[in-house]
């Protein structure tokens, strides 16, 4: 089973097949959502919605979000009832509850207001859209601020040494990150070798965020990261924002690049890929024009469910 965020609720489809099964939640512009063991939290513009039966029926599960306008969620793949959702303004809350209940974190929203992080299409502080998990060793993505790093569960956060907060859209030198992140990896090797997708680069760190290397020049949104080979890496650059996207590939840790966009139009001169996510042995990619890729190892590319608009999202439960 598959769950779709889109413009107009969640879709829950069949992977394989690709076959529609229902529709829930019609009306509300879901943006992102996590599915676990049937049950499937999605947030939204309005808060989070919790579905105990896989998309069928649907309540509000919101109590204690602060910021209501979610951009991201996920949850820890090894803990059991670990919730983490980052929101618009910034700010990143957790559940222990399966999402009944959220707790935000002072020193997220202290660093928001010190650094003055902000959206250049929206007046909001800043936002969190990207997690990373590795143990007790967490990350997440702040645009525009740069990369934020807790060693306890989330307890307590503070930005990693090599992101020095400062929206800049000039950007600092390496060896810091390019503060305008999008997304955020770690690798299951190690709690130090850390990915990050930004509006400068993607970047790579061996040193959990100490220092970072820009591995390609480019305006990005998503990567993909082999969890056999952190050196196989999938990408899904542009020249700009959403203009001229595709989608490349490494398998030299950035040193060299191919293009991997057989069956596709590229390079796409109005949108890019948003994310990437592993479902089964498919690949598939989110597009900024709400379309969803999906290939095999071969990397032969096909739109699915060319019937769904607006697709923001999506979470595979397994």
Not at 77 to 104: L, M
Not at 182 to 210: N, W
Not at 229 to 257: F, N, Q, S, Y
Request: glycine share 12%; charged share 20%.
């Amino acid at each position: 089973m598959i769950a779709l965020a889109t413009n107009n609720g969640v879709v829950i489809a069949e992977s394989g097949s690709w076959r529609v099964l229902r529709r829930g939640l019609e009306g509300l512009h879901v943006t992102s959502l996590i599915a676990r063991e049937g049950v499937i939290l999605a947030g939204s513009l309005d808060g989070i919605f919790r579905s105990d039966d896989e998309g069928r029926t649907w309540r509000e599960a919101s109590a204690g979000l602060g910021q209501r306008h979610v951009r991201w969620m996920a949850f820890h793949p090894d803990i059991f009832d670990f919730e983490v959702a980052g929101t618009e303004p910034a700010n990143i809350y957790i559940s222990h509850d399966g999402g009944n209940s959220w707790s935000g974190s002072d020193e997220v929203t202290g660093l928001r207001d010190r650094f003055h992080w902000y959206l250049p299409y929206s007046p909001a502080a800043g936002c969190v859209r990207g997690f990373a998990f590795s143990g007790k060793r967490l990350y997440a993505a702040v645009e525009v601020g740069g990369v934020l790093r807790s060693d306890d569960l989330g307890q307590h956060w503070q930005l990693a040494e090599g992101s020095d907060g400062r929206p800049d859209l000039n950007g600092p030198l390496e060896p810091f990150v390019y503060p305008d992140l999008h997304s955020i990896y770690v690798h299951p090797s190690s709690a130090e070798r850390v990915f990050a997708a930004t509006g400068g680069g993607f970047y790579i760190s061996s040193d959990g965020g100490k220092t970072w290397r820009q591995r390609y020049d480019c305006y990005v949104r998503a990567a993909w990261v082999d969890p056999q080979d952190p050196a196989h890496i999938i990408l899904g650059p542009a020249d700009h924002v959403e203009r001229g996207g595709r989608i490349e590939e490494t398998r030299d840790g950035g040193e060299t690049w191919r293009l991997v966009s057989t069956g596709l139009a590229v390079p796409w001169p109005h949108h890019m890929v948003e994310r990437f996510t592993q479902v089964g042995p498919h690949l598939l990619a989110v597009l900024s024009n709400g379309q969803l890729l999906a290939a095999l190892d071969s990397l032969d590319w096909q739109v699915i469910l060319p019937e769904i608009d607006g697709i923001n999202a999506l979470a595979v439960d397994e």
